[in-house]
Antibody, heavy 122, light 108 residues
Framework: EVQLLESGGGLAQPGGSLRLSCAAS????????MSWVRQAPGKGLEWVSGISGSGGSTYYADSVKGRFTISRDNSKNTLYLQMNSLRAEDTAVYYCAKEEVVAATFGYFDYWGQGTLVTVSS | EIVLTQSPGTLSLSPGERATLSCRAS???????LAWYQQKPGQAPRLLIYGASSRAAGIPDRFSGSGSGTDFTLTISRLEPEDFAVYYCQQYGSSPRTFGQGTKLEIK
């Protein structure tokens, strides 16, 4: 059974930093691209960042480029999101999601974690 | 960036009725790489449909997807009480991957 468990959310001040983690199990982690998707309170879904299975390719939404860094440790089956220079508009539930790539360059999201809440406020 | 516009914003129907949800793209979705997700309050999204019309594992056959190019549809043939939720479309044919703003399916 695929399981994704996020951690690391909490309260951060504007301009501060947080590091999110996502522990994966139930599949061969290194074989799959992974992404972070966020959802601001009462709002829709926004893709934030993605990373290839090897970690060699990374992708970012314009809204976080230069501030967030996605990475993975395939030996620990863990995905990370380092968030710097946080802004109030980064307040959201952050989900990690496993990607499935079928005849495409990018994947859809077939499994999701339960999410971790990040609140940016002074 | 491809903008996805879902309609209607809210759909009020009764159990047993048929639901038709629309997703329109600002430009053609490459390969018809479009997915649909269901989200219930306090829960993570769940994949329903990928490739515009392929049902994900374990999804009941009352859910079906159709469409191509810029116009896509999610149909729920006969609504069950557990189907009332928010539904999102998402394109994965180009970067950045984008979601529609969602359609809330509520009980009438």
């Amino acid at each position: 059974e695929v399981q994704l468990l996020e951690s690391g959310g909490g309260l951060a001040q504007p301009g501060g930093s947080l590091r999110l983690s996502c522990a994966a199990s139930g599949f061969t982690f290194s074989s799959y691209a992974m992404s972070w998707v966020r959802q601001a309170p009462g709002k829709g879904l926004e893709w934030v960042s993605g990373i290839s299975g090897s970690g060699g390719s990374t992708y970012y939404a314009d809204s976080v480029k230069g501030r967030f860094t996605i990475s993975r440790d395939n030996s620990k089956n863990t995905l990370y999101l380092q968030m710097n220079s946080l802004r109030a508009e980064d307040t959201a539930v952050y989900y990690c999601a496993k990607e499935e790539v079928v005849a495409a360059t990018f994947g859809y999201f077939d499994y999701w974690g339960q999410g971790t809440l990040v609140t940016v406020s002074s | 960036e491809i903008v996805l516009t879902q309609s209607p914003g809210t759909l009020s129907l009764s159990p047993g009725e048929r639901a038709t949800l629309s997703c329109r793209a600002s430009q053609s979705v490459s390969g018809n790489f479009l997915a649909w997700y269901q989200q219930k309050p306090g829960q993570a999204p769940r994949l329903l449909i990928y490739g515009a019309s392929s049902r994900a594992a374990g999804i009941p056959d009352r859910f079906s997807g159709s469409g191509s190019g810029t116009d896509f549809t999610l149909t729920i043939s006969r609504l069950e009480p557990e189907d009332f939720a928010v539904y999102y479309c998402q394109q994965y044919g180009s970067s950045p991957r984008t979601f529609g703003q969602g359609t809330k399916l509520e009980i009438k």
